[in-house]
């Protein structure tokens, strides 16, 4: 299996760590056509755990992966709780070498990113085939993920009715929705085929027709196709992006 090897760990933990603290620092860094899948979603909606089923799937295609984990700073106290990387601990994450996972906070900026994203996922690019980066809770209005990443996924809890999947916003920049139904929901069926009427089949200025899926991210229910879809958002971006 790929690995990421000790010194590029080494290697990514310090200059991301350094622009963290440095965001107007400058270095070269190569250009790659490594994919960036943005997860985006409200709070508690499932985004961690969709994102390890993600990344099981993407190690056992031999890819290596780096994780981007954005969780929100107080603004009153300054520190955050970085709870996601908590979230994705295993005894196979946690033994994996081609997996590199690194929890960030937005340290006062006011979307749902973290300062200097750009350059971190830019390097982080050059250790890996998939850069997964997840955003903190966000609201309807926190699109600038979009321009970070080349697949976008919407993390949706089955609540709610048709007319605030219409709403502006996120919904109007997602490549894939996920419903992210639960066993004890009885909503989720209804609600998958409301998202589905409204948002799916919808095109994006650049041609893709939006893909709605239902899944259970905590049983893995429907992960496959999920999958299946991102993949071929992929082949459908190659044909309309020049590589770098």
């Not at 991301?16 to 899948?37: A, G, L």
């Not at 780096?66 to 979230?87: C, E, M, T, Y």
């Not at 590199?100 to 006011?110: M, V």
């Not at 409204?198 to 496959?224: H, M, R």
Request: glycine letters at 10%; proline letters at 2%; a neutral charge.
């Amino acid at each position: 299996m790929k690995e990421i090897g000790i010194f590029e760990r080494s290697a990514l933990a310090y200059i991301i760590s350094c622009f963290q603290k440095y965001p107007n620092m400058e270095i070269h860094i190569d250009r790659s056509d490594t994919w960036v899948i943005g997860v985006t979603g409200v709070t508690g909606v499932g985004k961690s755990t969709l994102i390890e089923k993600l990344i099981e799937t993407f190690r056992r295609k031999n890819m290596r992966v780096v994780a981007l984990l954005i969780d929100p700073s107080s603004q009153k106290r300054g520190w955050a709780i970085l709870g996601d990387r908590r979230n994705l601990r295993s005894n196979d994450l946690d033994c994996d070498k081609g997996l590199f996972i690194r929890s960030l906070a937005t340290r006062g900026e006011g979307s749902a990113l973290t300062g200097a994203l750009p350059k971190i996922i830019a390097y982080s690019k050059l250790f890996s085939d998939i850069v997964i980066v997840e955003t903190a809770g966000a609201g309807q209005t926190d699109v600038e993920i979009r321009e970070h990443v080349d697949t976008l996924i919407q993390v949706l809890g089955p609540l709610g009715d048709s007319l605030n999947l219409e709403k502006a916003g996120q919904s109007e920049e997602a490549n894939i929705f996920v419903v992210n139904g639960r066993e004890d929901f009885k909503s989720n069926k209804k609600f998958f085929a409301s998202a589905e009427l409204t948002l799916g089949g919808q095109c994006l200025d650049d041609g893709w027709k939006k893909k709605v899926y239902l899944a259970n991210a905590e049983t893995g229910s429907g992960i496959p196709e999920v999958i299946d879809g991102l993949f071929e958002h992929r082949e459908f971006i190659k044909t309309i992006k020049p590589r770098e």
